[in-house]
């Protein structure tokens, strides 16, 4: 499968942005997704997932990184084979390379960057204060 992530852009502290990931050759509800970002010098780090869905729908168990929980949502859209990730209330410690990753039936257990096979190329988000 081939990941293409987009919506990045440069914002303002508590302005929302919404990335996409668009997966290609295979269904997207097969395959657990998530986020991840990366700032100069440091380790990719995870932000959020979803389980992969056995019904091929859109919902599934959830996991989130306490730096972002209660404002990044992860969504998937089976008729679109696109994976969201809403971004609320933004601050400027958000700023960072975003990659979306899936991995086939991956579970939301998975949360580091070995454990996810396909990646996106990532998208660049700068929070301004």
């Known amino acids: 499968v081939q990941l293409q992530a987009s919506g990045g852009g440069l914002v303002q502290a508590g302005d929302s942005l919404r990335l996409s990931c668009v997966a290609s050759e295979l269904p997207i509800s097969l395959y657990g997704v998530a986020w991840f970002r990366q700032t100069p010098g440091k380790e990719r780090e995870f932000v959020t997932n979803?389980?992969?869905?056995?019904?091929?729908?859109?919902?599934?168990?959830?996991n989130v990184a306490d730096s972002v929980k209660g404002r990044f949502t992860i969504s998937r859209d089976p008729a679109k084979n696109t994976v969201y990730l809403q971004m609320n209330s933004l601050k400027v410690e958000d700023t960072a390379v975003y990659y979306c990753?899936?991995?086939?039936?991956?579970?939301?257990?998975?949360?580091?960057?070995?454990?996810?096979?396909?990646w996106g190329q990532g998208t660049l988000v700068t929070v301004s204060s």
């Open positions: 979803l389980n992969w869905s056995n019904s091929g729908g859109s919902g599934g168990s959830t």
């Open positions: 990753a899936a991995r086939y039936r991956g579970s939301s257990s998975r949360t580091t960057p070995a454990e996810y096979e396909y």
